[in-house]
Every structure is written in C-alpha cells, then in structure tokens.
C-alpha cells in the first residue's frame, strides 16, 4: 500500500477520542453517519414534497372550483337582478311567475356547505409545509352569506299580507332568510294574482334588494378566497423554492458528511501502511524496524503482535549466529585436538626407543671400568647425563600418556566440588613464584561455593586464567582470585573470576579471546583461553569478559551452574 497522500495529523483532542473506538465500530460510525445524513435529506425532501402535493391537491380540486362556484352563482344572481329589473315595470305577471324558479337559497346553501368543509380542509395542510411557513388561513367566506340568511324573526314578519304592508312601510333591510323571501315571493304572487300592481312593484323592489345583497355578498366572499387562494399559491411557490434550495443543501451537507468519514477511515487506516512498510523493512534485512503502536485498537493489537514477533526472531538469529561462531569454534578445537593426538602418537614410539637407546647405553657404561676404559669423572658424568635423559624421556610418555587418557575419556565429573578449595589451591601453588615476579594474589573465597566438576578441568582453566594474568603484569600487579555465589534465586550459578591490575583487553578483542588460536603474544599459541571457554561448555557453563571489580584490568569469570538441593 502506498501512502495515502494525507498529511500528517497532530493528535488533537478529537482524534485522541476517535482512537478509543475499535476499528469496527469507527467503521460503523463513519457509514451510520453518512446514512442518517442521506436518509435525513431523503426523507425533508420527501415530506416537503408530500406536503406541496397536497396543498396543490388542495387548491386546485377543492378551492379554485369553489371559486368558480362562487363566480358563476354571483353572474347568476347579477342576471336575475337585471332580468327583473327589465320585465317588473311593464311585465308583473312574468315577474311573478319568474321569481319562484329563482331560489337563490337553495344554491346559497350547498355553498355554505361546501364553504364550511373547504374551510375544514384548509386548516390541515401538509405537516412539513405548515412547518415551514403555515399557508395564510382561508377566511370564513362563509360567514358574509350566513348573515344573509340568519334572520328568522324578519320571515315571521313578512308572513302574510296583513304583516307585510308595516313590514314595508318601516322598510327594515330585509335580513334576506329564505322564508322571509319565500315569504315576500309569495306575497309578490298574491299581489300580483289580485292586480295590486303598485304592491306588487314595491315587492318586487324588495325581491331585487335582497337578490342584490346576496350578489354582494357572494361577490365579497368571491373577493377574499381569491385573495386568500393568492397568498396560498404564493405561499406553495415560495414552499416550493424553499425546498430546493433544502434539498441542494442537505445533500450537499450529506456528500460533506461522507467525504468527511471517507477522510476519517483512511486517517484511521493509514497506520496500516506505516506497519505495512516496516514489515516490508524488516523483511528486506533492516532488524531493528518495529511498528508505532499508535492507531485503533485492531491495529495497535497488530503492531505490538509484530513488535513482539521481530524481537522474538532478532534474538533467534542472534543465538544462530553465537551457535555458529561456536560451532566453528569447536571444530577448530576438535581438528587441533586431532592433530596433537596424532603428534603425541607419533612421537610416542621415538621417545621410546631414545629412552631404550639411553637405557642400552646405560648398561654399556656400566660394563666399563672406571679408570681403565675411561677416566671415572667422564664415567659417572656420563651416567649422570643418561639419567637426565631418561628422566625426561619417562616425563614425556608420562604426558604423552596422560594426554592420550584425557583426549579419550569424558569429563569425570565429581559431584559437590568445593569451588572455593579449588580457588584457593591454585592460589596456593602460584603464590610463591608469582612473589618472586613482583605479583600479589589477593584471595576472595565466599562460603559453600560447591558444584559438579571434573576438578582436573577447573584447575587447568584456573591454571591459564592465572598465567594469562600474569603474562598481562610483566612489570607486577596484584592478581584477584575469587569464588562466589551468582545468578539470580531459583537459577543460582556459582562463579570463578581472575582479576589482574594489567592494560585489559582491548574492547575489539573482547568478542573474539575465545577463539582458538587467537593470540596477541610472539610466543603465544592462543589455546589457554579456547580451552577455558571447552571447560565451561562442558559443565554447561559459561566464560566470559566482565567488567573489573578492583581496577583497570582483565576479569574473566567462568559461571557454573550450582547443584540443585532437593
Ligand atoms: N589477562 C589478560 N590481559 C590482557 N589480555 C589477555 C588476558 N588474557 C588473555 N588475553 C588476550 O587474549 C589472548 C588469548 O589468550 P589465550 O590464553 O587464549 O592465548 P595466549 O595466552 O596468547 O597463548 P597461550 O595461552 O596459548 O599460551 C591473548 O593473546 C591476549 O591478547
Ligand atoms: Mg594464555
């Protein structure tokens, strides 16, 4: 994965809550998100759109036809005005049979009717249109006609020609009920049947007063829906503009919203490519690459899992490479061990011979007599010299033999060695001669420092930890020698440590003074430590380079393991 191409975030307070939540649950809340705010835009605009419809809906099945209604009703009582006001001079008898037909109430009631359930209807206009801007309520165009037409006491008045004559000399305005104009009709029949014309006129004129005021009054009821089915539409209009203009900005809000989580998962993946890149570093040789254990939770788990992983697999490869170095180590050993068990063998049967020559010879002297064959000085030096020389011959096979027995047998371990008496021995053998060299032995011996050795070993190591010291003061110093508890409880080791007050070893030597044949000296063979370094893997210890206690020199400690009490 390459980078993402983001730039890097400082860990601000939000970001530091985001990286509590599991990568799972950020995911979840990223597209829980970005659906809400989608599903929050769909369903605004589909409930705007809804509540458009209806108001729609509204004016134009139910309000504009009222409208119409009202328009057409007002032409009609516009018309039978002027068609009485035409024939009632000259042609009473028509007017009296024309009138009844007329029935302005009748239509005036199934407007009201309809008037109330528009009105009705009206006040529950789309729930998320009335939200934005409620539509300008319809006004009671009813209640203008309804005045028309409340009056009962004026139809009991009128009952009758008896009441009718005060009734119209007071001249009331006729409330205009039904039955007061039915009444008046009736009135109007009568006079005109009974050829009261100048009644009749006057009736008639009532009859168009009332038709009048229905016609202004439907005419202002006409007036105010028009007026108010214009603030309605212009209302819709202004819904309608409204919503797109919502529309464009919550989807708008939505797309940010996504980019925005779609910005937030990647911030949030983008410690994968950084763990993904330390594995590729890893893999192409670079040990030391471990991952950052910042991120989501899933994440941190992985980098602190590969964490652990490279660590566990750069101390494996560690191990391998001292095994290694090891291994060719004891080939090495192995290979000089052949060779000087070879040598011993081959030298084994000349040093016998010279020691049967020297013992022939011996036996040839002996046959000689002093002062006759040979002056007895040179006899007896003879004989000396030949015991020299059988003497060290018998040293050499006695050497040659031991060696022979020692590369042959195993380690003849012995269990509970005191340590300490080992220590304290060789400190014993050497301290004499070691004086004479300018060298004092200081003696460190803790108590019960036992464990399980082949003690000819641990003194040969002893022996060449002690002259490699010596070797390193040659104008005299003080060689420490110690035996002490190490280790840690549960895992306790004992330790033998040579300490001296020489130069030290060079720190580029220090890794490889084990090694065998690796001298600095003219006449060293670099063997005395290889062999310490054999002594210690045999008792499953270890040798190694410490840091001086008491000077500037060299300390080597050879740590073994301590028997285990029961
Ligand atoms: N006490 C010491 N102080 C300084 N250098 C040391 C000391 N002991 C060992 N060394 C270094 O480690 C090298 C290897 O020591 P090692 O005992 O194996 O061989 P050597 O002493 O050189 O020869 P050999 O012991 O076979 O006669 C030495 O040549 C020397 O450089
Ligand atoms: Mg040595």
């Given at each position: 994965m390459g980078s993402i191409g983001l730039a890097p975030i400082e860990p601000i307070g939000w970001t530091i809550a985001v990286q509590r939540f599991s990568l799972s649950t950020r995911i979840f809340i990223a597209f829980a998100v970005v659906v809400a705010t989608f599903g929050a835009a769909a369903f605004y605009g589909a409930a705007t759109v809804s509540g458009l419809r209806h108001e729609l809906g509204f004016l134009r099945q139910r309000a504009v036809p009222m409208l119409r209604t009202l328009k057409s009703h007002s032409l009609e009582l516009r018309g039978f005005d002027e068609a009485l006001q035409r024939a009632a001079p000259h042609d009473l008898d028509w007017v009296a049979r024309f009138v009844?037909?007329?029935?302005p109430f009748v239509r005036l009631d199934r407007i009201l009717r309809r008037l109330s359930k528009l009105t009705h209807q009206a006040r529950a206009p789309g729930v998320i249109t009335a939200l934005l801007s409620p539509p300008p309520p319809l006004p009671d165009v009813g209640q203008e006609l309804r005045l028309l037409r409340s009056s009962k006491r004026a139809s009991k008045r009128i009952e009758g020609d008896a009441q009718l004559k005060p009734l119209l000399s007071q001249g009331?305005?006729?409330?205009?009920d039904e039955q007061a104009f039915n009444a008046l009709v009736k009135a109007l029949q009568r006079a005109v049947a009974d050829k009261r014309y100048t009644d009749a006129s006057r009736l008639v004129v009532e009859v168009r007063r009332v038709v009048r005021r229905i016609h202004r009054g439907v005419d202002r009821a006409e007036r105010k829906l028009q007026l108010a089915l214009d603030d309605r539409f212009e209302v819709a209009q202004q819904s309608e503009a409204r919503l797109g203009l919502i529309v464009l900005t919550s989807t708008s809000v939505a797309l940010g919203v996504s980019v925005l989580m779609l910005w937030v998962m990647l911030w949030t993946l983008k410690p994968m490519a950084s763990l993904a890149n330390v594995v590729r570093r890893f893999a192409s040789g670079e040990r030391g690459a471990r991952a950052d254990t910042g991120g989501a939770r899933e994440i941190r788990q992985l980098a602190l899992e590969y964490n652990r992983m490279a660590d566990a697999l750069a101390e494996r490869e560690r191990e391998l490479v001292s095994h290694r170095d090891e291994l060719a180590r004891s080939e090495r050993l192995a290979t000089l061990g052949h060779m000087a068990a070879r040598v011993v063998h081959e030298i084994r049967n000349p040093l016998s011979s010279i020691g049967l020559n020297a013992e022939m010879l011996s036996e040839e002297l002996d046959t000689l007599q002093p002062g006759v064959d040979e002056p007895p000085s040179t006899i007896s030096e003879a004989q000396e010299l030949l015991g020299a020389i059988g003497g060290e011959v018998e040293r050499l096979r006695e050497i040659t033999e031991g060696y022979l027995q020692s590369a042959r047998s195993a380690p003849q371990i012995e269990t509970s060695v005191d340590i300490g008496g080992l220590v304290r021995e060789q400190a014993e053998f050497v301290r004499a001669e070691l004086r004479e060299r300018g060298v004092s032995i200081e003696l460190y011996v803790e108590a019960d420092v036992i464990a399980n050795v082949d003690p000819k070993l641990i003194r040969q190591a002893l022996w060449n930890l002690v002259r490699n010291g010596w070797e390193a003061m040659p104008k005299g110093g003080v060689l420490w020698l110690e035996a002490f508890h190490a280790g840690v409880p549960g895992q306790t080791e004992v330790a033998v440590a040579v300490e001296d007050s020489g130069e030290g070893i060079a720190v580029e030597l220090r890794e490889r003074i084990?090694?065998?044949?690796?001298?600095?000296?003219?006449?060293?063979?670099?063997?005395g430590l290889a062999l310490v370094a054999e002594v210690a893997k045999a008792h499953g210890g270890r040798a190694e380079v410490a840091t001086p206690r008491h000077g500037k020199g060299a300390r080597i400690e050879l740590i073994l393991a301590a028997p285990k009490h029961a």
């Amino acid at each position: 994965m390459g980078s993402i191409g983001l730039a890097p975030i400082e860990p601000i307070g939000w970001t530091i809550a985001v990286q509590r939540f599991s990568l799972s649950t950020r995911i979840f809340i990223a597209f829980a998100v970005v659906v809400a705010t989608f599903g929050a835009a769909a369903f605004y605009g589909a409930a705007t759109v809804s509540g458009l419809r209806h108001e729609l809906g509204f004016l134009r099945q139910r309000a504009v036809p009222m409208l119409r209604t009202l328009k057409s009703h007002s032409l009609e009582l516009r018309g039978f005005d002027e068609a009485l006001q035409r024939a009632a001079p000259h042609d009473l008898d028509w007017v009296a049979r024309f009138v009844p037909n007329a029935k302005p109430f009748v239509r005036l009631d199934r407007i009201l009717r309809r008037l109330s359930k528009l009105t009705h209807q009206a006040r529950a206009p789309g729930v998320i249109t009335a939200l934005l801007s409620p539509p300008p309520p319809l006004p009671d165009v009813g209640q203008e006609l309804r005045l028309l037409r409340s009056s009962k006491r004026a139809s009991k008045r009128i009952e009758g020609d008896a009441q009718l004559k005060p009734l119209l000399s007071q001249g009331p305005p006729l409330q205009g009920d039904e039955q007061a104009f039915n009444a008046l009709v009736k009135a109007l029949q009568r006079a005109v049947a009974d050829k009261r014309y100048t009644d009749a006129s006057r009736l008639v004129v009532e009859v168009r007063r009332v038709v009048r005021r229905i016609h202004r009054g439907v005419d202002r009821a006409e007036r105010k829906l028009q007026l108010a089915l214009d603030d309605r539409f212009e209302v819709a209009q202004q819904s309608e503009a409204r919503l797109g203009l919502i529309v464009l900005t919550s989807t708008s809000v939505a797309l940010g919203v996504s980019v925005l989580m779609l910005w937030v998962m990647l911030w949030t993946l983008k410690p994968m490519a950084s763990l993904a890149n330390v594995v590729r570093r890893f893999a192409s040789g670079e040990r030391g690459a471990r991952a950052d254990t910042g991120g989501a939770r899933e994440i941190r788990q992985l980098a602190l899992e590969y964490n652990r992983m490279a660590d566990a697999l750069a101390e494996r490869e560690r191990e391998l490479v001292s095994h290694r170095d090891e291994l060719a180590r004891s080939e090495r050993l192995a290979t000089l061990g052949h060779m000087a068990a070879r040598v011993v063998h081959e030298i084994r049967n000349p040093l016998s011979s010279i020691g049967l020559n020297a013992e022939m010879l011996s036996e040839e002297l002996d046959t000689l007599q002093p002062g006759v064959d040979e002056p007895p000085s040179t006899i007896s030096e003879a004989q000396e010299l030949l015991g020299a020389i059988g003497g060290e011959v018998e040293r050499l096979r006695e050497i040659t033999e031991g060696y022979l027995q020692s590369a042959r047998s195993a380690p003849q371990i012995e269990t509970s060695v005191d340590i300490g008496g080992l220590v304290r021995e060789q400190a014993e053998f050497v301290r004499a001669e070691l004086r004479e060299r300018g060298v004092s032995i200081e003696l460190y011996v803790e108590a019960d420092v036992i464990a399980n050795v082949d003690p000819k070993l641990i003194r040969q190591a002893l022996w060449n930890l002690v002259r490699n010291g010596w070797e390193a003061m040659p104008k005299g110093g003080v060689l420490w020698l110690e035996a002490f508890h190490a280790g840690v409880p549960g895992q306790t080791e004992v330790a033998v440590a040579v300490e001296d007050s020489g130069e030290g070893i060079a720190v580029e030597l220090r890794e490889r003074i084990f090694e065998p044949f690796m001298s600095t000296k003219p006449s060293g063979t670099g063997v005395g430590l290889a062999l310490v370094a054999e002594v210690a893997k045999a008792h499953g210890g270890r040798a190694e380079v410490a840091t001086p206690r008491h000077g500037k020199g060299a300390r080597i400690e050879l740590i073994l393991a301590a028997p285990k009490h029961a």
